[in-house]
């Protein structure tokens, strides 16, 4: 099961100084007199996309960009370079999976994905984390909202329909309002997703030997109709001073999902051929609902600072779907009808500390707690009869029960400072201890009780040797703790011999990450090695019957990565580039699964990013960037690629923002490949709603003079896993 959560909170925010430019030309004084008062400075000249900074980290702009009429986050970050969006993941190349934080607090993947792209003023991608992020995840990417400087009340309001001839039409209405009055900050948002989204996967299963010879050709096509996809919330703040806050946020999400999943399965095997249609109507309900208290503040007159908060998450998720089966085996047909329900809860509390004392300009030190406790609990029945009307009976094959209970204590420490004037460093450690209790019921009663704990040491060496030439050192520890559904042993049904299942015997997964860098003027190149132990992956294995399959989470034994990067920007008046080439050579390996070994072969990634702006009149985006073949030993990846052109216009000094789409222009943006495990060769090609034309158009309101509001969640790994 999916849980789905929002995150409705951003920071809303308009500076009445824009600055779009790198340098500032001197105002003569007569511009200024008695009754004359400056109130905005704007120099047109676009500001560089991407800024690489000395120690690995990227940072894209969004704000005043083409970007910024991206109609999600999850959509803006498969336009940034380095980074690879697909089924369900955010990836960072050379590196792995990465977390998502906010204004540098960790948050989950569903709740990152409901922040308006319109209050993001820029991106991080942090290649080499230090021990101040959790330990979960192998990169981290930063999103940094805009900074409200204003008493009063702003507000957008965005209208987006997208159109297109694979999944249908949608829309999406997005609102939120801010109000600032003395000390006192409100802030509120709404959105809601109606209409179409298809998702469609084509999948062969062959075993070539002739006495156990099987070929399965397996067509499943999600047809996903959003009647109610909603996200909503509320923030308030109190400011006591400049350097001293309180905040308290809601926030909740509603997602109301039908239509239909079609499964056709057509299986060849030495007894004859058969033939099974399998039709899903989906009856899914989620509620997922957060609140927050934190406090900030400001220590000593040197920038130490001080943050406490705590954090309560609660998932709901309620599924009735009603299935019906059809088969064709030796030319005679059956039928049956099944019913599946599902009842999932999730809740979560956590609570943390962070410390950071500046002893001098160039030394400061970073410490912190947390505390998190989760709890899970699910049940799935399965209801089966040959009459879609009655005589419903339950099957404790498929049916389960699913408890676990997990509490996580960390504690880290960093110290940076500088060894002369042309060398820093950071040195941290995080340490963790996890304790957990599984029970489940799924082919026969599992119990599980484990306690562990790690150390995460990192180091990052910055060298400044000019200031054209500047270059890093770096080595990272992390760790990926399985995702509490890829624990879950229950069933996820697509047909009688297609299911998708958890694993409770998953192990966490670790990694050790070096890297060494050099930033030449506008050129940035790094290379790198990741080496990580108990890979989390996932397969389609053999089940308990002959022409039975099982999608299922496991462990390799270990995986090697080498990459390196290559990266160059500019900008001028009317054309903004952004171009990356890459390489990474990955090699997993596994001695449990039966895997065929295959050829190691390079991954090439090209990426260019280039906007042109004509002044007063409009900006032009397009966008490509192509990943190419991956050969990694047991698993084989094809090539994927887009195109995507936007055109937009501001109307009525800015106020109005219309935008005009069209994404994956080609249709090439399509995750396929094939592996071999256990006697059978696995084949598949997954087509997603990519190619759209997507109209956008954004009005923004309010009158405004000075204020501030903040609001921050604190690290939520756990949330970060209950998908």
């Given at each position: 099961m999916r849980v789905l959560i929002p995150f409705f909170i951003y920071g809303l925010f308009f500076s009445s100084i824009e600055i779009k430019a790198q340098t500032i030309k001197t105002i003569p004084e007569k511009v200024v007199s008695e009754n004359n008062e400056l109130n905005e400075i704007v120099i047109k000249r676009q500001a560089s996309l991407v800024k690489y900074s000395a120690n690995g980290t990227i940072e894209v702009n969004v704000a005043n960009t083409v970007l910024s009429t991206s109609s999600s986050v999850n959509e803006l970050l498969g336009r940034v370079p380095n980074v690879v969006v697909a089924e369900g993941q955010i990836s960072v190349l050379g590196k792995g999976e990465a977390i998502i934080y906010l204004n540098g607090i960790l948050i989950n993947y569903e709740r990152f994905a409901a922040i308006p792209v319109s209050q993001i003023a820029k991106i991080e991608v942090i290649s080499n984390p230090s021990s101040k992020y959790d330990a979960e995840g192998k990169a981290v990417i930063n999103i940094i909202t805009k900074k409200n400087i204003e008493q009063g009340m702003t507000g957008t309001a965005s209208q987006q329909i997208t159109v297109s001839e694979f999944a249908g039409t949608s829309t999406n209405t997005l609102l939120d309002f801010n109000y600032t009055k003395g000390k006192f900050s409100f802030i509120t948002n709404y959105g809601l997703q109606l209409g179409k989204g298809r998702e469609l996967l084509f999948t062969t299963r062959t075993r070539p030997n002739p006495d156990e010879y099987m070929r399965s050709e397996l067509t499943t096509d999600?047809?996903?109709?959003?009647?109610?996809?909603?996200?909503?919330?509320?923030?308030?703040?109190?400011?006591?001073?400049?350097?001293?806050?309180?905040?308290?946020?809601?926030?909740?999400?509603?997602?109301?999902?039908?239509?239909?999943?079609?499964?056709?399965?057509?299986?060849?095997?030495?007894?004859?051929?058969?033939?099974?249609?399998?039709?899903?109507?989906?009856?899914?309900?989620?509620?997922?609902?957060?609140?927050?208290?934190?406090?900030?503040?400001?220590?000593?007159?040197?920038?130490?600072?001080?943050?406490?908060?705590?954090?309560?998450?609660?998932?709901?998720?309620?599924?009735?779907?009603?299935?019906?089966?059809?088969?064709?085996?030796?030319?005679?047909?059956?039928?049956?009808?099944?019913k599946n329900n599902v009842g999932n809860t999730i809740n979560i509390i956590a609570t943390q500390a962070d410390y950071s004392k500046k002893i001098k300009d160039n030394t400061k030190i970073d410490t912190g707690v947390k505390l998190s406790y989760a709890g899970i609990n699910s049940g799935t029945d399965f209801l089966i009869s040959n009459s879609a009307d009655s005589g419903f009976e339950f099957d404790d094959t498929l049916s389960s029960d699913f408890e676990y209970v997990e509490k996580i204590s960390a504690a880290y420490f960093t110290y940076g400072s500088s060894l002369g004037k042309k060398v820093d460093f950071s040195v941290g450690v995080r340490g963790e201890w996890t304790n957990y209790d599984l029970y489940t019921n799924a082919n026969g009663i599992q119990k599980f009780n484990k306690s562990y704990g790690n150390l995460f040491p990192n180091l990052l060496l910055n060298i400044d040797l000019s200031d054209d030439f500047k270059g890093h050192i770096s080595y990272v520890s992390r760790?990926?703790?399985?995702?509490?559904?890829?624990?879950?042993?229950?069933?996820?049904?697509?047909?009688?011999?297609?299911?998708?299942?958890?694993?409770?015997?998953?192990?966490?997964?670790?990694?050790?990450?070096?890297?060494?860098?050099?930033?030449?003027?506008?050129?940035?190149?790094?290379?790198?090695?990741?080496?990580?132990?108990?890979p989390i992956s996932a397969a389609v294995l053999r089940g308990d019957t002959p022409n039975s399959y099982i999608l299922r989470s496991l462990n390799l034994e270990k995986e090697h990565t080498f990459f390196t990067s290559l990266s160059k920007s500019f900008s001028n008046k009317w054309w903004n580039s952004t171009n990356t080439v890459s390489m990474n050579v990955t090699k997993a390996i596994d001695n449990a699964y039966e895997y065929t070994l295959g050829p190691v072969k390079p991954q090439i990634y090209l990426y260019s990013n280039n906007t042109f702006t004509i002044p007063n009149v409009l900006k032009i985006q397009l966008l490509a960037w192509y990943l190419g073949d991956k050969s990694y030993g047991l698993r084989h990846d094809n090539s994927r690629?887009?195109?995507?052109?936007?055109?937009?216009?501001?109307?009525?000094?800015?106020?109005?923002?219309?935008?005009?789409?069209?994404?994956?222009?080609?249709?090439?943006?399509?995750?396929?490949?094939?592996?071999?495990?256990?006697?059978?060769?696995?084949?598949?090609?997954?087509?997603?709603?990519?190619?759209?034309?997507?109209?956008?158009?954004?009005?923004?309101?309010?009158?405004?003079?000075?204020?501030?509001?903040?609001?921050?969640?604190?690290?939520?790994?756990?949330?970060n896993r209950a998908r």
């Open positions: 999600w047809k996903r109709q959003f009647n109610n996809y909603s996200n909503f919330g509320f923030g308030l703040q109190y400011t006591f001073s400049e350097k001293e806050y309180i905040s308290l946020a809601y926030s909740a999400n509603i997602e109301d999902l039908g239509g239909v999943v079609e499964s056709r399965n057509s299986i060849e095997n030495n007894t004859g051929n058969s033939f099974y249609a399998t039709d899903i109507a989906k009856n899914d309900v989620l509620l997922n609902q957060f609140v927050n208290f934190n406090y900030n503040r400001i220590t000593d007159s040197k920038g130490s600072s001080l943050f406490i908060g705590t954090q309560y998450s609660n998932y709901n998720g309620k599924v009735k779907d009603f299935i019906d089966e059809n088969s064709l085996v030796d030319e005679m047909n059956a039928e049956r009808y099944i760790i990926t703790r399985p995702r509490y559904q890829g624990l879950n042993p229950f069933v996820i049904y697509q047909d009688p011999f297609t299911t998708i299942e958890g694993n409770p015997n998953l192990l966490p997964e670790k990694v050790h990450a070096f890297e060494i860098g050099t930033r030449y003027k506008k050129f940035d190149f790094k290379m790198g090695y990741t080496y990580k132990t108990d690629s887009t195109v995507t052109l936007g055109v937009e216009r501001n109307f009525f000094k800015e106020a109005l923002k219309l935008n005009l789409t069209a994404n994956d222009i080609f249709h090439d943006f399509m995750v396929s490949g094939d592996y071999n495990v256990g006697q059978t060769e696995i084949y598949y090609h997954r087509t997603y709603t990519t190619n759209y034309f997507k109209l956008i158009a954004t009005y923004s309101f309010g009158n405004s003079k000075k204020a501030t509001y903040k609001k921050t969640e604190i690290e939520q790994t756990e949330n």
